[in-house]
């Protein structure tokens, strides 16, 4: 909440996804428990659904309808990204679902880094500058 104050939402927006890529990033690297462990300190500024909030609350301004369809929207986005995302990793790394041939085990990691980058330039190319 007060780096959406101090900083704005585009900025802020893109230290959270800042945060998730590093996040992720470490994780494809860790080879160990520490390092494994240490991939989750960047998760400390992993705040998009507050920033989300913050965004299509903003944007709506007095339109309460308005606002009330963009959270719904924003709300059932995260909801399925936090079912498919899983999923989606752990099928990334077991492959075909045979156990005897196991996929990258880090190819969702990276993919999630991919991700976040991604998100960093939408969220500086097209969020307000406040």
Known sequence: GILLDR????????L???ASALSYA???????????????VP???????????ATAATEAGSDDALRAQALGRM???????ATIGPALG??????DGDDSKVGDMYFGAWLA???????VVLSLA???DE
């Open 90 to 95: 752990g099928f990334l790394a077991h492959g």
């Open 16 to 18: 959270v996804f800042a």
């Open 26 to 40: 470490i994780l494809a690297h860790s080879t160990d428990l520490p390092t494994l462990f240490l991939s989750k």
């Open 43 to 53: 998760t400390v500024l992993q705040h998009a659904f507050l920033v989300a909030q």
């Open 7 to 14: 900083i704005g939402i585009r900025r802020t927006s893109a």
């Open 113 to 119: 880094v991919f991700g976040s980058i991604l998100s």
């Open 75 to 81: 709300t059932t986005s995260y909801t399925i990204g």
């Open 126 to 128: 097209y969020l307000p």
